[in-house]
């Protein structure tokens, strides 16, 4: 009995200390607008507080809410991202920015990881910057983090 009991505890142990888990948080320095973070899905996951998620968060998108922007944040900065545990070699997260139309520049935007790849991420001060998608074959924008249980973090008018 007690065998078993030590068996169930220390597999539900290993599960917990397993389970994938993701927090964006936002810092909006503009003083106006609402962080956004959308689901491929478009769902709302977030207006401004810190998401957390237990397992991958697989195609989101974030940018600030000044008024302008579409639903999907059509006609202001983007900041697109994948979170998740690598399930092999080079196939982790990835977070880049798009000005890809019909996205613009709206606000100066960036992001960068922590708990893990920390210093890797990129800003967009410009409409112009060279961190960030203008067409679809800028794939050298992406930062990549083949980190476990990464986070990121997404600044706004810094």
């Given amino acids: 009995m007690f065998f078993k009991a030590f068996i169930a505890i220390a597999t539900l142990t290993i599960a917990q200390v397993s389970a994938e888990t993701h927090t964006v948080v936002f810092d909006n320095r503009c003083g106006f607008g609402t962080p956004t973070l959308r ?7 977030s207006t401004g507080g810190s998401f957390t998620i237990n397992g991958p968060l697989i195609g989101a998108i974030a940018y600030l809410q000044t008024g302008g922007c579409g639903a ?10 994948t979170l998740r545990n690598p399930p092999s070699p080079g196939a982790g997260s990835s977070t880049d920015i798009s000005l890809i139309p019909p996205h613009t520049f709206s606000v100066t935007s960036g992001f960068g990881y922590f708990n893990g790849c920390d210093g890797a991420g990129a800003d967009c001060t410009n409409p112009n910057c060279p961190t960030a998608f203008h067409n679809p074959d800028d794939t050298f ?3 990549a983090c083949q ?5 990121l973090a997404i600044t706004f008018c810094d």
């Fill in 39 to 45: 689901a491929q899905n478009g769902q709302v996951l």
């Fill in 72 to 81: 999907n944040g059509e006609g202001c900065t983007l900041i697109e991202t």
């Fill in 141 to 143: 924008v992406q930062v």
């Fill in 147 to 151: 980190t476990n249980d990464v986070n």
